[in-house]
């Protein structure tokens, strides 16, 4: 397990922009930079959705892809979410997971969840 700490949500008017951290603790058995790191995201009554994605590539959901952007700096342990051009329809709680380096869209595929930071877009 690794711990995760996501932070930078808040409300913002669509057509805004936020950007999303999320720091792994280094008191981990895992090598940061091994891991594959994703963003995904719960809206009320509903399931966790795949947003995006980074391991040796960069991989998205359609609903984002040319909006949002997925980083990551290895030395601070930390992987980003760059979301711009923000619609209400975005409006969830966003999680971060790591995950081994098979794993892919599926929330099941990633070991290791922060507690979520919200995410509310204004119309």
């Known amino acids: 397990q690794v711990q995760l700490a996501e932070s930078g949500g808040g409300l913002v008017q669509a057509g805004g922009s936020l950007r999303l951290s999320c720091v792994a603790s280094r008191r981990t058995f895992y090598t940061f930079s091994s891991l594959t790191m994703g963003w995904f995201r719960q809206a009320p009554g509903k399931e966790r959705e795949f947003v995006a994605k980074?391991?040796?590539?960069?991989y998205y959901a359609d609903s984002v892809k040319g909006r949002f952007t997925i980083s990551r700096d290895n030395a601070k342990n930390t992987v980003y979410l760059q979301m711009n051009s923000l619609k209400p329809e975005d409006t969830a709680v966003y999680y971060c997971?790591?995950?081994?380096?098979?794993?892919?869209?599926?929330?099941?595929?990633?070991?290791?969840w922060g507690q979520g930071t919200q995410v509310t877009v204004s119309s």
């Open positions: 997971g790591a995950g081994g380096v098979r794993a892919d869209t599926a929330a099941s595929s990633f070991h290791s």
């Open positions: 980074i391991g040796g590539s960069t």
